[in-house]
């Protein structure tokens, strides 16, 4: 099993529409949890840190499910600049030693 | 902001040459650098973890030998990969955490290496 596992997609959504990506992780012990965006051939960057108590920040909402080790991420209002790919991404201490990418969720927002 | 720069983007070498990557942090210093692979359609792979003045720790199934890391100075490290051939092919990318870390690296822009 995969530490970190998506559904590679793609999700063909029309702009405005809300989508959710879901994501789960196969080690109880990981410590922090993280949504990246990455665009084709380019860096990866940090959209947003993943809390237990769920959180957001403005159209993204992040929620993690601790007992069942699943995390999501969910867009609002998409945007055509929306459209990449997120990744999720595990961190297995405290520290920064062990990030875990997965393959990532391919999201395509048309007019 | 911390910038990592990396180069070259984009290489295009012949089988059984070696390949030299530069990554340099910008305006901080990087303690560590992490070095990953990134197959089409695939997840982002540790490679290896360079740490200034100390040897390199790599990942099971990465070749030392073959994937040579140098972490000469606080603001830059090297990938070369030696006598490539064209399973080598890939996009590498490096990175580093910042003093602060909170789930965030700062990225290279990666390097696109195609062997022929």
């Known amino acids: 099993r995969k530490e970190v596992e998506q559904d590679p997609g793609p999700f063909n959504v029309p702009e405005g529409a809300t989508v959710a990506f879901n994501c789960t992780y196969s080690?109880?012990?990981?410590?922090?949890f993280f949504w990246y965006r990455q665009d084709c051939r380019k860096e990866p960057k940090l959209l947003m840190s993943?809390?237990?108590s769920g959180n957001e920040d403005g159209r993204f909402t992040a929620q993690l499910n601790r007992a069942s080790q699943y995390i999501s991420l969910l867009i609002r209002d998409s945007k055509l600049s929306d459209s990449a790919t997120y990744l999720c991404v595990v961190n297995l201490n405290t520290g920064f030693q062990k990030l875990v990418f997965g393959t990532g969720t391919r999201l395509l927002v048309s007019p | 902001g911390a910038v990592v720069s990396q180069h070259p983007s984009r290489v295009i070498c012949k089988s059984g040459t070696s390949v030299k990557i530069e990554c340099r942090s910008l305006?901080?210093?990087?303690?560590?650098m992490f070095w990953y692979r990134q197959f089409p359609k695939q997840s982002l792979m540790l490679m290896a973890t360079s740490n200034e003045g100390s040897k390199a720790t790599y990942e099971q199934g990465v070749e030392k030998d073959k994937f040579l890391i140098n972490h000469a100075s606080l603001t830059l490290s090297t990938l070369t990969v030696t006598s490539a051939h064209p399973e080598d092919s890939s996009f590498y990318i490096c990175?580093?955490?910042?003093?602060?870390?909170?789930?965030?690296?700062?990225f290279g822009s990666g390097t696109q290496l195609s062997v022929l």
């Open positions: 080690n109880s012990a990981s410590q922090s």
């Open positions: 990175s580093a955490p910042g003093q602060a870390f909170k789930g965030k690296l700062f």
């Open positions: 305006d901080f210093q990087a303690t560590t």
């Open positions: 993943v809390y237990s």
